[in-house]
Each structure stands twice: as C-alpha cells, then as structure tokens.
C-alpha cells in the first residue's frame, strides 16, 4: 500500500474512534459535554465541534476488498440484503462477482438493477417497492453515486414512510433505517462516505439533498479494482467531480478544522493521480489514490457542505444535459477567482495550490490564480470543452440560469454571497 494512502487511512480511523466516543455518550452526558463547549474558547469550541459531526461510516480499502464483502456484511447479523445497482454494472461482471461471494457468505440477494444516471423521486419510489415485497433486512448500494443515493432513498421510504420531498434537507428520519453496505465504482460523488443522498423531484427536476445521519453507510468497501471497468469519460468526469468537491470545501461558511483536514488530504491524494487515472487507466495504485481522495472529500462534504460552483453546475445539467463533473469542471475556476476576492478563502486556496505541488509557497496574490489555471488544465486533459459556449449553451440563458443557480441550497454556503447578479457573473466569466 502506498504510504499516503496508508497514512490517510489512519487519518480517518483516529477521527473516527474519537467521534465515536462523543457519539456513543448518554444523552445527559452529551448535552454536557455541549454546555461545557461553551465555555471553551473559540478556537477550542470550533476544533470540538467539529468531531461530533464526522460520519461514522467504517472504511475497508483495499485491492480485492470486495471479495470480502460477505463476510463483512454477515458480521452485522444481516440475512437478506437488496442489492442496488444499474444495468451496466451487471454487463461489467461485478454484480454477478458481488452475488457469489455474498451467496457463499450465506446471505440471500435480492437484486434491483433499474438505477438511472440523477436518480429520480420515481425510481427510488421502484426500489422501495421492491425492498417491501421483498421484505429485506438492509441495503447494498453497487455503483456510483445515483446506485448509493438510491439505496439510501429507497432506505428513508421504507423506514420512515411518505414521500423523498419529505426528507428534503437535514434530520428528517424520526425511525432508525435498515443497515446500508456500499461499494463504489467510481472515484466521484463521495456518496460513499455522506449521510445525503442526491435525488431529483421526477416532476420540477429540482435536485433535493435529503441528508439524515441515520442514512450514513455502515461499512464503505472502497476496492479500486473495482474503478478499473470506468470508460475514460466516466473516470474524467467523476475525478474532476472529487476534484471541485475538495476545493468547494476548503471554503465554504461551514468548513470546520475536520473537514479542512480531509480537504487537504483528498486533494493531496486526488491531484497527482488524476493525469495518472487518464493517461494509464490501469494504474491500481492511482485508483487506489483517486477512490481514497474521492471518500474523503465526501467526508469533507458531510460538515462543510459545497458552494457556488455546485450551484452553477445543477442549472446546467438540468438545461442542458451537461454532466456533472464536466458543468462542475467549468465552474470551479471562475469559482475559484471570484471567492479569492475572500481573505480566508483565498489562504486557503493558497494552501491547496502548495499541497497539490502547483507552487512551492503560499505567498502572493499567484496561488489562486495558479489553482485556477491548474482546474482549466484538467479539463484539457481529459478532452473536455473548457468554456460553457463550446458545451452549447446559450448566451441569452445566463439570466435564467444565474436565477437558479442563487436558489440552490448550495449557494447558502459559499464563502462570498452569491446571490443573481454574482451567478451571472461567474457565468459570464465562464462563457
Ligand atoms: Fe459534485
């Protein structure tokens, strides 16, 4: 195993023994163990906070770790497990794999294999029925992001009833949910390691974040063999993705010291590997690289959410069919210029620009613009058009979508207001 591999593996472990012992206090103990953070200075207050709101998802990483998948998942005294995943991970061979090595572990499969690409209200609402007739003990997400946020939002249905805009936003779950094992197959959304799942309202295409901590994975089976079947496309769109997820949450208003910790560290991990994954797809140690950073981002996401470069993005994808990761690799540079204009937002790039080896030193106003002519460069990499006219949209839209972009739930939390006239303004400068 690679050493900063080895060594963010341990990063995640010792934070998450110690949110565990915060988590797992009796009630009374817990509240006073907040009023006594009261009293702390801000400093310490912010730094302790910031335990209490990690994810508590296990990690197993490994080449061929999902070979251990049935094992693992029997150790949670589970019998009967709907497995959720699309058709082309079935054409790749590893649901057939997953079966027998869940199958020899003595656990009945029930497959759903209907995930589509931004998973609709309509098909979590499919999956959900087949959970209940089924009548399953826990969930298996298999794939991307659309299979993991599906099972999730299969999970809220089942267990707590009504419909997913009921779970639109943050601790809607009153009832516990059914234990859920996910195993991604691309190095992308971090859904792997977040207690959201990503799902579209089928009738207004308004993409709801239904987040509760009870929807987090128990166990994350982070196997980068398993990335290796990505087409380029998919392996350039889902790493720019992860990519704009560490640097979105290295500013935002929410960021806390944990969650800047696994920003640092997913995108030491994601920019090295990234022309690696592109340029030698076979590669296992830069998969390994990129599945790692892109989990961590995820977990940099769970307490600091993303920004205006998520913002701008969804507009395009909803209008224009652009894909996430290529509408958000368009954003971010503009992103990244406007929000410098923002002290600490502009350290921290800085920061990023020296960890990711753009520059030797954080001094100057040059790492941002550094970091943003480095975003660009991915997008040439990976053959990708780098303003928005060259994707097809068109100028007279910019009002409309700068419109939408202000209403998403992500620009709550960019570092500078990002109200209309700022989206346009970073369209415009994207155009
Ligand atoms: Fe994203």
Redesign the pocket.
Known sequence: MARNVAAAIEHVTVCQRQSYCLRFAAPKLRERIKSMSTLLPPEHAKAIAAFDQVQRTRLVFGNGSAANAGELIAELGLKRILLVTDPGLIRAGHVAKLCAVLETAGLEVVLFDSVIENPTTECVERCRRIAEESKVDSFLGLGGGSSMDTAKGANFLLTNGGRMQDYWGVGKAQKEMLPLIVIPTTAG?GSECQSFALISDAETHQKMACGDPKAAARIAILDPELTLSQPRNVTACTGI?AI??AVETAVTNKKNELSWMFSKEAFGLLMPHFPTVLNHPDDLNARGSMLLGAAMAGCAIEASMLGAA?STANPLTAHYDIV?GQA?GMMMPHVVRFNAEDCEAREAYAELAVIGKLIQSRTGDEPTEHLAKRLIQLLEMADMPVMLKASGVEESMLPTLAVEAAEQWTANFNPRVAGQAEMETIYRAAF
């Open positions: 959304t993705d704009a997820h998520h996430h958000v």
